[in-house]
């Protein structure tokens, strides 16, 4: 590993990417959205009329798709084929209910694990998603798992305005074959079940080796 990487795991609408974008601003490091390649990968597939269930398919369109992520004030962006992809391209509902099926895919995954990996020549990072601690990085010694009931989860993602459903959504990232989600060998786990989103950040730094 070329430069510090805190990982940040844990199921939708934990709230780890907030908390994780928070604490690289504090830190200085640079927060990465492991979530919005997949994301875009979803977006990707979904503009040629691929059905997101139909593996082999996404498989080969998945070939023919470009992602980047450049940096921008502290964190990575991301892009399509050149095309800067916004949060409203992001965050659709229809890309929020197919990205689980597009990240299931073997292939999808090894290549953009191996993107994300390439990121840490970037320098220090705070690196959040679903197989950071446990896949992406396992050597790291600074893992952390964001996790919180599935009632208040659901909420959040109502109180947002999304329809997809974090039940399936965790049935989905927890039972494929590839990196399923899981709580990473050495992680902390933090339940931002009731916490402030001060409250989570703090949570995390104070258990943050003393520079």
């Avoid at 690289?24 to 927060?31: E, F, K, M, N």
């Avoid at 601690?133 to 989860?153: H, M, N, Q, W």
Wanted: charged share 25%.
């Amino acid at each position: 590993m070329m430069n510090i990487v805190i990982t940040i795991d844990g199921p939708a609408a934990s709230g780890k990417s907030s908390v994780a974008r928070i604490l690289a601003q504090r830190l200085g490091y640079i927060y990465v959205n492991t979530g919005n390649m997949y994301r875009a990968m979803t977006w990707a597939v979904l503009q040629t009329d691929i059905d997101p269930n139909d593996m082999d398919a996404v498989r080969e369109t998945a070939k023919k798709i470009l992602i980047e992520s450049p940096v921008l004030e502290g964190q990575t962006q991301v892009s399509v084929n050149g095309k800067l992809l916004t949060a409203d391209d992001l965050n659709s509902d229809p890309v929020n209910r197919g990205v689980s099926l597009v990240a299931r895919v073997p292939e999808v995954r090894s290549r953009l694990v191996a993107d994300q990996r390439a990121l840490s020549s970037l320098g220090p990072l705070v690196m959040e998603g679903r197989d950071i601690g446990s896949v992406v990085f396992p050597e790291s010694p600074l893992k952390f798992y964001i996790d919180a009931s599935e009632e208040v989860r659901a909420a959040r993602r109502q109180a947002q305005g999304h329809t997809d459903q974090v039940a399936e959504r965790d049935r989905l990232d927890s039972t494929r074959k590839t990196s399923p989600l899981v709580i990473p060998e050495g992680a902390i786990v933090i339940d931002n079940s009731h916490l402030t989103l001060e409250g989570a950040v703090q949570a995390v730094l104070d258990r943050l080796p003393a520079k």
